[in-house]
Antibody, heavy 119, light 108 residues
Framework: QLQLQESGPGLVKPSETLSLTCSVS??????????WGWIRQPPGKGLEWIGS???????YYTPSLKSRVTISVDMSKNQVSLRMNSVTAADTAVYYC???????????WGQGTLVTVSS | EIFLTQSPGTLSLSPGERATLSCRAS???????LAWYQQKPGQAPRLLIY???RRATAIPDRFSGSGSGTDFTLTISRLEPEDFAVYHC?????????FGPGTKVDIK
């Protein structure tokens, strides 16, 4: 069974760059069956899809964040990364990484990491 | 972009009762690629249903999904104490993928 674990700074200053890493265990990030996604959830609100990536590097992003977001994979470390630049308080959220079978449903999720944007 | 609305916003029921949750899409969900997730406070979402009606691994059969096109339903046949949570629907048939705002099922 896949296990995912997010890590990164819990506090980021406005206008700076948010950087998170998702470590995957129990399977290879270069699996033909899986995409790897990032989803976020502002406090007390619903889920928002950020984007997904295949090990080959193919990426898909939600249009509202596309200009600020980069998702990448590091196969040597079995990790997926998220970078979001020019953050504001509106980017404060719990950020989840999740495995996405064949770009379909998200079947395994990390525990999530809270990122607060504040000076 | 497909917008998902969920109703009701909150459902207050007692253990043993039947819960019926609705998810409506602004456009047809391609291939009925609609999933349901359960989320408890402080936890990540957990996949319950995918493909509108297929139960995920180890999900009890009191959970069932139905519907097609733009209207989908999650039914919990008899609520157990551990079922009180927030339920999210998610369409993955068209990019960008989207989630509904959630329905909270709380104890009456």
């Amino acid at each position: 069974q896949l296990q995912l674990q997010e890590s990164g700074p819990g506090l980021v200053k406005p206008s700076e760059t948010l950087s998170l890493t998702c470590s995957v265990s129990g399977g290879s990030i270069s699996s033909n069956d899986y995409y790897w996604g990032w989803i976020r959830q502002p406090p007390g609100k619903g889920l928002e899809w950020i984007g997904s990536i295949y090990y080959s590097g193919s990426t898909y992003y939600t249009p509202s964040l596309k200009s600020r977001v980069t998702i990448s994979v590091d196969m040597s470390k079995n990790q997926v990364s998220l970078r979001m630049n020019s953050v504001t308080a509106a980017d404060t959220a719990v950020y989840y990484c999740a495995s996405q079978r064949l770009l379909h449903q998200y079947d395994f999720w990390g525990q999530g990491t809270l990122v607060t944007v504040s000076s | 972009e497909i917008f998902l609305t969920q109703s009701p916003g909150t459902l207050s029921l007692s253990p043993g009762e039947r819960a019926t949750l609705s998810c409506r899409a602004s456009q047809t969900v391609v291939s009925d690629y609609l999933a349901w997730y359960q989320q408890k406070p402080g936890q990540a979402p957990r996949l319950l249903i995918y493909g509108a009606s297929r139960r995920a691994t180890a999900i009890p059969d009191r959970f069932s999904g139905s519907g097609s096109g733009t209207d989908f339903t999650l039914t919990i046949s008899r609520l157990e104490p551990e079922d009180f949570a927030v339920y999210h629907c998610h369409q993955y048939g068209s990019l960008p993928f989207t989630f509904g705002p959630g329905t909270k099922v709380d104890i009456k």
